[in-house]
């Protein structure tokens, strides 16, 4: 079964504009894209050197099956999150991860 980028594309902007009504978001923030493991004995150590290779840093909570990767500050867009979520996504995909959703933190 092949990802469907566009999807996921559509939701990150839907996301992000329901975001701004009524709130003023920060020019840059850290970015936190949750993936979740579809296998029980998923590769842990080669997702996360993958996305740290592309500049992430991860942690990870196997019991949950939850693995975050953060990154950032980058630029508060919908273009900026959307094009850092493809790039963690495409990474993920082939060790059995799938993506959840992001969160931003500005530090404040």
Do not use: N
């Not at 003023?24 to 949750?34: C, E, M």
């Not at 990767?69 to 508060?76: N, Y």
């Amino acid at each position: 079964m092949s990802h469907d980028y566009a999807e996921q594309r559509t939701e990150t902007y839907e996301t992000f504009a329901a975001m701004e009504e009524g709130v003023v978001l920060p020019k840059r923030a850290i970015l936190y894209y949750q993936f979740y493991a579809e296998e029980i004995d998923c590769d842990w150590t080669g997702v996360e050197s993958a996305l740290t290779a592309l500049g992430f840093a991860c942690e990870r909570d196997e019991e949950e099956g939850l693995l975050v990767a953060a990154i950032g500050p980058i630029d508060v867009t919908p273009e900026a999150i959307w094009a850092e979520e493809r790039r963690a996504t495409e990474a993920v995909l082939g060790y059995e991860f799938v993506p959840d959703g992001w969160e931003l933190v500005t530090g404040e």
